[in-house]
C-alpha cells in the first residue's frame, strides 16, 4: 500500500485525471496524425480506449490503496472506531476507523451514541459497517 494515498482522495483524484487528460491526448494526437479526427468510429475507439484505461487506472489505485477494514470469517481482533456523527436516535451514523470514514448501523438500535465515542465494528454488511459501543472502563 502506498501510504498517504487514500481511496477518492485529493491525489487520488489528481492521479486519475492525469491518466485521463494522458489517454485523451495520446488518443487526440493518434487521430490527428492519421488524419482520422472526423471519423466518427475512430473517436468512438478513442473514447473506449480513455474509458479503459481509466477503469484499469481505478482498479490499480484499489489495489494500491486498499481499505483497511477486513473482516473475515474468524477474524479475532474487531476493529474499534470513533463516531463522527449520526446516531442521535437513530440507529445509522458515520465513524472513522483507521483514519477511514464509514457509514455505520447499531446492532442494538435502541442505544444511543454521541460524535467521539468509541465503538467496536462487529461485522460488515456491504459498504456499511455494523458496530457496537465500547464499554468504558472507569478507574477508582
Known amino acids: 500500500m502506498v501510504h498517504g494515498l487514500k481511496r477518492y482522495s485529493l491525489p487520488w483524484w489528481l492521479i486519475m485525471a492525469g491518466m485521463t487528460g494522458s489517454?485523451?491526448?495520446?488518443?487526440?494526437f493518434t487521430l490527428w496524425w492519421f488524419e482520422?479526427?472526423?471519423?466518427?468510429?475512430?473517436?468512438?475507439?478513442?473514447?473506449?480506449?480513455?474509458?479503459a484505461g481509466?477503469?484499469?487506472?481505478?482498479?490499480?489505485?484499489?489495489?494500491?490503496a486498499p481499505t483497511r477494514v477486513n473482516l473475515h470469517p474468524g477474524e479475532r481482533r474487531e476493529p474499534v472506531g470513533e463516531v463522527e456523527s449520526g446516531f442521535g436516535g437513530q440507529s445509522h451514523?458515520?465513524?472513522r476507523v483507521h483514519g477511514?470514514?464509514?457509514r455505520a448501523r447499531l446492532r442494538d438500535?435502541?442505544?444511543s451514541l454521541?460524535?467521539?465515542?468509541?465503538v467496536r465494528v462487529t461485522g460488515r454488511e456491504g459498504l456499511e459497517l455494523l458496530v457496537s459501543p465500547v464499554e468504558e472502563r472507569t478507574t477508582r
Open 23 to 28: 489517454l485523451g491526448t495520446a488518443s487526440a
Open 36 to 51: 482520422l479526427l472526423l471519423n466518427w468510429q475512430a473517436v468512438l475507439l478513442a473514447l473506449f480506449v480513455i474509458i
Open 54 to 64: 481509466d477503469l484499469l487506472a481505478a482498479l490499480g489505485l484499489a489495489m494500491i
Open 93 to 95: 451514523g458515520r465513524i
Open 100 to 102: 477511514e470514514r464509514w
Open 109 to 111: 438500535g435502541s442505544l
Open 114 to 118: 454521541h460524535p467521539g465515542q468509541r
